[in-house]
């Protein structure tokens, strides 16, 4: 139910919704110290903060060199050398499937880079729905997943009791696409399907 600004009363709980999410102030990094120098511009900080990320993430630490590119491409050369070159389609999904998929969605996640809360895909009309239902199907059939879905906005999160200026108390979470996330959810719901 949509509610009109007659029905926004301080009364309703929706009002005070409205308030707390316009009083929540932005989190914001306070500054950092690195090497014994106090880091205060935003761009700087994001660079501490994400080489910070890199070297905790023990996946990463060795992407730069020889070895770490030759061993990646000996494994997926190993992987389609073993697969066959037929891969069997996935079943299609159909707009009622893709709708269900959508009211399945936490209503609260935060969105990704483009924006696209739950709630909006949970709003949309019967049209655009099944624009959505025809791309999903011609990525299914294709095998594509689009690099948009794959871009992630890194949000530093403090982590309790630890100093705010050492870039060690902070741990990342990634906010990818909704879209990409319900997307995701088919996949995996086709191939459940394919595999049974």
Do not use: C
């Not at 080489?51 to 190993?78: A, D, G, P």
């Not at 624009?131 to 403090?158: C, D, Q």
């Not at 741990?171 to 595999?195: C, D, Q, T, Y």
């Amino acid at each position: 139910m949509d509610l009109l600004p007659k029905d926004v009363t301080p009364q309703s709980s929706q009002f005070w919704r409205i308030t707390r999410y316009f009083k929540t102030p932005t989190p914001s990094v306070p500054p950092l110290s690195y090497h014994g120098t106090q880091i205060y511009q935003t761009p700087l900080k994001a660079e501490i903060l994400a080489r910070q990320f890199e070297q905790s993430h023990h996946l990463t630490l060795n992407m730069e060199s020889n070895t770490h590119s030759l061993t990646l491409i000996r494994h997926v050369n190993k992987f389609f050398r073993s697969t066959p070159s037929q891969t069997p389609l996935l079943k299609l999904i159909n707009h009622h499937e893709v709708r269900r998929k959508i009211l399945s969605l936490k209503p609260r996640a935060s969105p990704g880079d483009d924006g696209i809360t739950s709630v909006m895909l949970g709003h949309l009309s019967q049209i655009a729905l099944t624009y959505l239902t025809r791309l999903f199907n011609h990525l299914l059939r294709s095998g594509l997943f689009p690099n948009a879905w794959k871009r992630a906005e890194v949000i530093p999160i403090f982590k309790p009791n630890k100093p705010p200026t050492d870039p060690n108390s902070y741990r990342p979470i990634s906010l990818l696409s909704i879209v990409g996330k319900l997307f995701e959810r088919i996949i995996a719901s086709s191939l459940s399907a394919h595999v049974d």
